[in-house]
C-alpha cells in the first residue's frame, strides 16, 4: 500500500478515529498473525498472540513517531508481546508438540511438527535467538532491520546467526526425508 | 524428499490460516481498547490501571444490563465507580496476607472459556486453592523481568475474549460454583457471541448477552457479579506468582502425576522438593540380562536424610537415594596408580543379610587422586544467594564458613571470584589470587543477606567472569550456594538448562552447594549440576562443608573422567534374577552405553564409588519371578558353556576430562570372588548403608531386615574412621528406630 495513505490512516487513527484504526486492523492483521505464528508455529497459541498484540497497538499507537517503517514498529510490538504470552504460559511447561492441525497447502503436515520442534530448540539455544530467526530467516529481513527492531548491534544479529547455524548443523538433522 | 535447512524451514512454512472467528474476535477486542484509550485521553493513567479500568467497568455495566445508556454517560460513571474500585483493589493489596481473603465471595470465580479449558483447568484449580498461596510468607516475588508479563495478563484479561467455537455456551455449564471442585466450570461472564460481533459498541453487547447464555441456571447477582470481577483480580496474580513457583521448580512433566501421590512419611508442611521415583525391581536375567546405569557421585541425599533424622522425623520417601547414602562414605578400593587409567573396578561377591539365598555384588570404584604438585590452576567463581531467604544461620553464614574452608584448600596462584544475587546481582569480588586470601575474606564477610529474591543476571555474571579469566587446562568452575531460590537470571527452566550446557561445553563447570530448609529445590540442584559436570551437595553442618569442601575438594574440584557408565551383563547359566540398589535416577538405556552423546556421571580426584547388585544365583529358591513355561532354558546354556565361574561380565565406559571418545574398561565377575579381607569391613558397612537406605525408602525387598540389624551390622564394620562419619551414622540408625518408633 502506498505511504501517503498508511501515514495518513495511523495518523487519523492517532487522533481516535475509529473507523481509521479498524482499517488499520483488517491491513495488518495478518502480517500480525504471520509473526506470531512463525514465533510459535501453533494456531491457537498465534491466534492469541495476535489478540492481545492488537490490543496492544490500540494502547500504543499513539507511541508511533514514523521514525522507522510501521511495519518494523509493528514486529518489536508483536515480538514483545509474544515474548510476555510466553512468558505467561510458563507454567504449562509444555514438552508436548502441537495437536494435528489441518495443514496449509503448500506444507507438509510433518512440517509444523519440525518447525515448532526448532522453534523450541532455538528457544533453549539463548535469548534473541528465536527473535533474530523469525526476523531474519522467517521474514527475510536484513541483519541491519533486525537489528534495528530488537534493539541490538548489527554484528550482534551477525553473530547469532552464525552461532544458530553452527549448532544446527552440529545437532543431528532435524528431519531427514527420504525413509 | 529432501532434508531441509532450518533456515529453509522458517521462511517457507506458511503459518497456518487463523480461524476467522480468531481474527474478529482481536478486531472487536483491539477496537473496544481503542475507544476505551481514546475515551479516557488526558487522563494520563499508567497502562496497568487503565487495563484493569477496562475490566471494573465492563464489570460495573455488566451489573447494570437493563438499562441502557449512551457510550458517553457511561463512560463517565464507570471510570468515577472503577476509581471507587481500584482504591478497594490497592487497599487490598496492602493488607497482610492473613487478612485479605475476606474480601473473597464464598467460591472462587474464575471465568473460563469453553475453548480454554483444557488450558485454563489448571488455573481453575490452582485458583480454587489460593489460601495456601497466600498463608505462605516465604513465597519469592517474581523477578522483576516477568512482572510486566502479569500486568499484561490483567490487561488481556481485561479484554472480552469470546469462545474460540462459535457454539454457545450450552445452559449445562452453569453449574453451582459453590462445587469449588478443581473441575468447576464457571459461566464466562464476559463472554461475546459471534453473531453480536458487528454491534458498535461491544460492551454494552457483552452486558446483555450474559443473561441468555446463563439463563438455564440462576443468573448471578449485580453485586456478584462485581464482587467476582475483584476476585479474578486477586487470583490472576496469584496464580501468576504461584505458577512461576512452580515452573521453575516444579517436577519434570512426566513426573508430576506420581509426584501427587501421597507419601506417607513426609511431613507435608515441609517445602523441600524431591523428584519422585519407583525403586528399582528385581529382574529376571533370561529376560534382561543386561544392567546399565551412570555413576553417581553425589552426596546431598544423605545430608538432607541426616539432618531430618537429627530432627527427630523420617525424612520423605522420595528424599531418599540409596546410592547417594552408600556413596556418601569413603571405601578402601583399590585405586589406580596413574592419571591415565584414571581408576579401578573392584567387584566383592557375599551373602546378602536381608535374602536369604541371594548374594551381594559390589561393585567398587575409586578415582586416581591427583598429586597436589601436579593440580591444575583452579579458577573459581562464588555465585551466592544473598536474599532475604538466606538470613538464617544455617544459610548465609554457613556458606561463608564454608568458603573460607575452601580457600585453603587452594593453590596461592588459584583464583576466586564473587558474585552474589538477590535483589540485583553484582560482582562482589573480581578474580582474585589465593594468595590474597585476606581480600577474599573480607568480602566473603561483607555480604549481608537482604533483598528481595527477585532475580538477577546472577548466573550470567558469574560465568562471564569465569569465562573473562578461563584458564586453559586448569579447572574453571562456579560454585552455586543457594538455599533453593534459582531465580538467577533466567527463569525458563529450559533455557537455564540449556544455558549450563552450553557453558559445559565451553568448559565452565557448575556444583551446587544446598543449604538450610523447607525451601531446598532438590531436584533442580540435580538437574543443574548434572548439566554442568558438577556435584550437587547439601550442607547441614560445618562439619559437612568440611568433608565437601577439604577433604573432598580435590574430588569436587578435580574432574578425572567424565560421562562414566557402568553396564553389568549376566550370565543366565548362573544367574537367575537381579536387582540393582539405589541408582534409580540414574539408570541408562542399554543402547546408551556405546552412545557417546550420552551424558553420564563424573568421577573426581580420590572419588570412590560403589554399586551394589542384588542377585539370586541359579538353583536358588530364593527366586521371586518362575520360570517361563515357554521360555528356551537351554538355548542359554549352550551360549554360556566354559563360563560357568562367571557371575557376569562389567564393562564401564568413560572419557578423560579432555576427552571427546569414551574409553572401554572390562572384567569378569567371578562366582568365586569372594571379598578380600583388607576389604571386609568397607563390603559390610556399605551393605549396611545400603540396608538402612533401603528401609527408609520404604522397599519391599529387604525381608525382615530392621534398624536394629542395621545397627548390628554396621557397627561391627565401623573400622578406621578418622572424622568420625561412620560413628555418626550409627547415631542416625538409632535415631530413625526412635522417630519411627514415635
Redesign the interface.
Known sequence: MDDRHLTGLVRR?QS?D?AS??EL??LY?ATI??IA??WCGH??N??DI???S??K???S??QFRFQAAFTSWLYQLVIS?AQ?WQ??Q????H?ALPEN????E??RPE??I??AQ?L?QL?????GMKET??LV??E?LSHAEAAGILGVSESTISWRVHA??KH?TKRE??????T | ???????D???????????PH??L???Q???A???R??AQ?GEARA?IE?GLFAKLLGAFRAGNPARPVTSRHMLLRGIATACVVVVAVSTVWLMPPGQRQFVRPPAPITTISQDRQE?DA?LTSEAAQPLETEGKTEVPNPPAT?Q???E??L??DS?PRAP?TPTPLPAATGSPPQQAAPEEVVVDAERIHPQNMTSSAPIAAISQDVAPSAAGAPPPPASASTGGELEEVVVTRQS?VR??I??LF?HK?KSAPEASAPAPQAPSESGDKFQHFEINPVKRVADEPVSTFSVDVDTASYSFVRRRLNEGVLPQMDAVRVEEMINYFDYAWPTSESADQPFKATVTVSDSPWGEGKKLLHIGIKGYEVQSRERPDVNLVLLLDVSGSMDEPDKLPLAQQSMKLLLDTLKPTDTVAIVVYAGAAGQVLAPTPVADKETIVQALDSLQPGGSTAGAEGIRLAYQLAEKNFRKNGVNRILLATDGDFNVG??????L???VE?EREKGVYLSVLGFGEDNYRDDMAQTLAQNGNGVAAYIDTLNEARKVLVQESSASLFTIAKDVKLQVEFNPATVAEYRLVGYETRTLNREDFNNDKVDAGDVGSGHAVTAIYEITPVGSNAKLIDDRRYGAADKAAADTSGKAGEYGFLKIRYKLPHGLRSRLMEQPIRVDAGVPAALEKDVKFSTAVAGFGQLLRGSKYTGSLNFGDVMQEARGAVGDDPYGYRAEFLQLVRKAQEARGM
Open positions: 487513527a481516535g475509529v484504526f479498524g486492523l483488517d492483521y498473525y504471520r505464528f512463525k494456531r491457537a498465534a491466534e495476535a489478540q492481545q492488537c490490543i497497538l490500540a494502547g499507537l499513539a508481546c510476555d512468558r505467561s510458563r507454567r504449562h511447561e514438552d492441525e489441518p495443514p496449509a503448500a506444507a512440517d509444523y519440525y518447525l526448532l523450541e528457544d533453549e539455544l539463548g535469548e530467526a523469525l530467516h522467517g527475510g544458530m547455524r544446527m538433522p532435524l528431519m531427514s526425508g527420504g | 524428499m529432501r532434508a531441509r535447512s532450518f533456515e524451514l522458517l521462511r517457507h512454512t506458511p503459518p497456518l490460516p487463523p480461524d480468531a481474527r474476535r482481536a478486531r477486542a483491539a477496537l481498547e481503542f475507544e484509550v481514546h485521553t497502562p487503565s488450558g489448571k516477568t510486566p508479563a502479569n499484561h495478563k490487561r488481556r479484554a474460540r501468576r505458577s512461576w512452580g515452573s516444579s512433566e533466567i527463569t525458563n527452566r529450559n533455557q538448562k540449556g544455558f552450553r
